[in-house]
C-alpha cells in the first residue's frame, strides 16, 4: 500500500485551515459575480492589481482607502502582531502549529481599518531578513585569508548600501582599493587573465576549473571583448 501524504493529513486535522475553507464555492461565486458587475472603475483597477499580485505569486503590500465594510479577526491573534511594537518586532509563531501552517497556505490576507494600526506592525508582518555573510567568498579560502576577506566583503557590502563615495544622490566617485587595481597600462586584459584564470591552456579542459572562475563586466561590449581575447588563448580553429 503506498504512504499517505503527510501534509494531506497534517490539513486534514488542521481546524483553523478546515474552517477557513469550509464555504459553500457556488454560493460564493454568485455572490462574487453580482458583486463584481457591480463596482466601480476604480475599484476594478484595484481588484485586478491585487489579484494579478496574488496570482503570480510576486507578494505586495496595498494600502486601500475607502468606506467602512466589516471586519474579522485581529492581527494580534490570527497574524501574532506583538501588542507592544518597535522597529525590530516581528511576527513569530512555532513552525509546524496550526497556524503557521495556515499562513503557508494564504496568498492573501485583508487587513481592515490599515490606518489605525501602527507601521511597525505591518513591518514585523512583511520583516525583510538580511544575510552579512558572504559565503562565495570564504569557500575554499586558507584561514589566513578570512580576515582580507572580510575587509572585502564589508566593502562590497557598503558599496551596495551606498554608503561609499559621499552621499547617497545617484552618482558617486568611488575608490578602488590598491591591492584590486590592474595597474598595467599597456595589456590590462591580460594582467586580469592570469589573475583569474592562472595556468589556463594545461586546465581549460578539465570540468571543474571554470566553476570557480568568472569576470563580471558592466555592459555587453566589455563582455564581448573579454570573450574575444579569451578564446585566442586556446588552440584550435574558432567556431560559432
Known sequence: M????????????NSLIHEE???????????????????THEQKNIFDRIMMVVQQNKGGVFFVYGYGGTGGRTAH??????INLNEDSTCYMDPGT??????????LIIWDEAPMANKHGFQALDSVLRLTKNLRLTKGRPSSDVEETKLFAKWLLDICEGNVGGPNDGVATIDIPDDLLIKDPVDPLSKLFDFVYPDILPNYEKQHYFQDRAILAPTNEIVDEINDNLLKFFPGDEVE
Request: aromatic share 10%; proline share 6%; no cysteine.
Open 98 to 107: 496550526d497556524k503557521a501552517q495556515l499562513l503557508e497556505k494564504t496568498r
Open 2 to 13: 503506498p504512504f499517505p501524504d503527510d501534509e494531506y493529513i497534517s490539513i486534514a486535522s
Open 77 to 82: 491573534s490570527r497574524i501574532h502582531v506583538p
Open 21 to 39: 475553507l469550509s464555504y459553500d464555492h457556488n454560493l460564493l461565486k454568485v455572490e462574487f459575480q453580482t458583486l463584481f458587475d457591480s463596482i
